[in-house]
């Protein structure tokens, strides 16, 4: 006769089963996650630091010889962690022994360093392109007073 504990039974009772997210939507925490993580770190580098041509998508490990030191040492230390993991996440059994949950919050830290970059570019692109505003309207306002001048006879 098999006998159930009650735990048992209450997690096999109908409705009671564990929801599986959308994998898509899963937090790192599955070794087939850390080259997904890895290859949107070395994106982040690349865009923000630079180090990869057009249309080239270069490794965590090639942009970190690259772009590396233009990353805090903390996060040196946890891009260089993330990007030995991407190594070995190639080997499936090695990759099941790999720390995922750590790796998910290197690749957190690594990603909310970078992200807001780009913040500042914006800001800048803004900054720009309101000086180049006021210059072309500084120039119209002296072309039709070097007309108005040319037109009264004074020039």
């Known amino acids: ?19 599986y997210p959308d994998p898509m939507m899963r937090k790192g925490h599955s070794f087939e996650d850390i080259p997904v993580m890895a290859d949107e770190i070395a994106v982040l580098i690349a865009s923000r ?25 903390r996060l040196r230390r946890r891009a260089a962690r ?6 070995l996440s190639s080997q499936p059994k090695v990759a ?11 690749h957190a830290a690594l ?8 913040e500042i570019t914006r800001w800048q692109g803004r900054a720009v392109s309101f000086g180049a505003s006021v210059a072309f309207g ?5 072309a039709l007073a070097i007309w108005v001048a040319v037109q009264r006879g004074l020039l």
């Open 96 to 106: 099941r022994q790999l720390p995922a949950e750590r790796l998910a919050r290197d």
């Open 49 to 73: 630091f630079g180090g990869a041509r057009r249309g080239e998508r270069p490794p965590l490990s090639v942009m970190l010889n690259r772009r590396g030191g233009a990353l805090p040492a």
């Open 82 to 87: 993330l990007a030995e993991a991407d190594r």
């Open 111 to 118: 990603a909310a360093h970078l992200r807001p970059l780009g």
């Open 1 to 19: 006769m098999i006998q159930l504990h009650s735990g048992s039974l209450r997690r096999l009772a109908r409705g009671c089963h564990p929801v």
């Open 138 to 142: 500084v120039l119209v306002v002296a």
